[in-house]
């Protein structure tokens, strides 16, 4: 069966606009988008993307969902490849700091801005990004509970909090380094993280043998809709 | 000398542009300010309110100033009022998390929204968080200082690195709380302060007599200039 030309195209002009739209946001705003700003910026027809999105919030909702899957790309997927376990924890902190780091958005974290952006909005753009929030922190906490559970995190520890501390770092890292310019924020996130995993690492490891088998890898990321 | 009438209704005025203007920055955005809309919304006239102001990004600056003030009140003033050292730092750490809890402003704290509204936005008004947000980190830094010279913190603590892990913690719990809903977040971010501040306390304090005398404190907040 011959591939439909109008959809290839519509898709790649879809995806181009998304492109062009998560970046704006990153550093103006998911308010900072319109449709006839975007279509303007590409050079397409104001009619053409009105039909491939039909509202602003359905292109704010779309970009969200969008900007999901680049960070899953980046952050969650490539963690996911480490075994569970502290190692696994200590990829998931790096990986993110070089997400944010390298500036895969021009503003920085995407999800970092929008949820300053829409923290106290109500609707479904706020929901959209309170949702990625919540499952960034659900899956931190999860890896921090799989190194605990095969013994290479201490039973005493809290995991949540440590979750908590891990993200909070992560977070402060992106809005100084985008505020005021500069990577001491890393290196400074960089140091309390090492601190936080290696004071919260057991002291003796269990041999290899006595590890239990079968535990649970965190569940997949559901890519398309979530990050945090 | 008989007070000017106009002069008195004239400050009024602008105190009470300035409390609704802050207001919705936190909530909507230093963006989301226009001087029609707070006219409407305080029954004055445009041109009354422009001429207060002059343009939106003079009214901008004066919300940023105004919030400082507000910031100043309530979290580095009666920070001073505690005597220099661990007990000082704690004391800081408690009234930043109250005035965020106490959503002094609607949205939160009104820095942490702001800045991350314009850190990747070049101009005057990104200029003037990220110097609230610098002088605010410096602020932690030399109450954390204080406390490593008089004895209170360890000697071999670096003190750059605790003053952002306790921002990031502060500034987490706020992002959370106003995201999401609820005090967890502030019960984390306290219990992660305690643990930061009580591992770099000294074992064994200084006898009362050995303190020595002395010690400048921090420099007074410049109040009407400065925040995070």
Redesign the interface.
């Known amino acids: 069966m011959p591939v439909d030309g109008r959809l290839v195209r519509g898709e790649a002009t879809r995806r181009a606009i998304l492109e062009r739209a998560t970046d704006v946001a990153?550093?103006?705003?998911l308010?900072?988008l319109s449709i006839g700003r975007l279509a303007a910026d590409l050079e397409l027809s104001k009619s053409g993307v009105f039909a491939l999105f039909g509202s602003k919030e359905e292109l704010q909702l779309a970009a969200i969902r969008f900007a999901g899957d680049i960070f899953a790309d980046n952050v969650t997927r490539p963690t996911l490849e480490v075994e569970p376990g502290i190692g696994r924890l200590r990829a998931l902190c790096e990986n993110w700091l070089g997400y944010s780091e390298r500036r895969i958005f021009?503003?920085?974290c995407f999800f970092?801005?929008t949820?300053?952006?829409?923290?106290?909005?109500p609707g479904r753009v706020?929901d959209a990004?309170?949702e990625a929030?919540?499952a960034f922190?659900v899956f931190i906490t999860r890896t921090a509970r799989e190194a605990q559970d095969i013994g290479e995190l201490r039973a005493d520890i809290?995991v949540?909090?440590l979750a908590?501390?891990l993200?909070?770092?992560g977070?402060?890292a992106n809005?100084?380094s985008?505020?005021?310019g500069g990577i001491e924020?890393y290196r400074?996130?960089r140091?309390?993280m090492r601190n936080r995993v290696g004071g919260a690492a057991s002291t003796s490891r269990p041999p290899m043998a006595s590890v239990p088998q079968g535990v649970p890898a965190a569940r997949r990321w559901p890519g398309s809709a979530s990050a945090g």
Do not use: K, M
Not at 26 to 29: H, L, N, R, Y
Not at 115 to 121: H, K, L, Q, V
């Open positions: 990153s550093v103006e705003g308010e900072g021009p503003g920085g970092f801005h949820g300053a952006e829409f923290d106290a909005r706020h990004v309170a929030g919540t922190s809290d949540s909090l908590f501390e993200h909070a770092l977070q402060a809005a100084d985008v505020l005021h924020p400074l996130a140091a309390g």
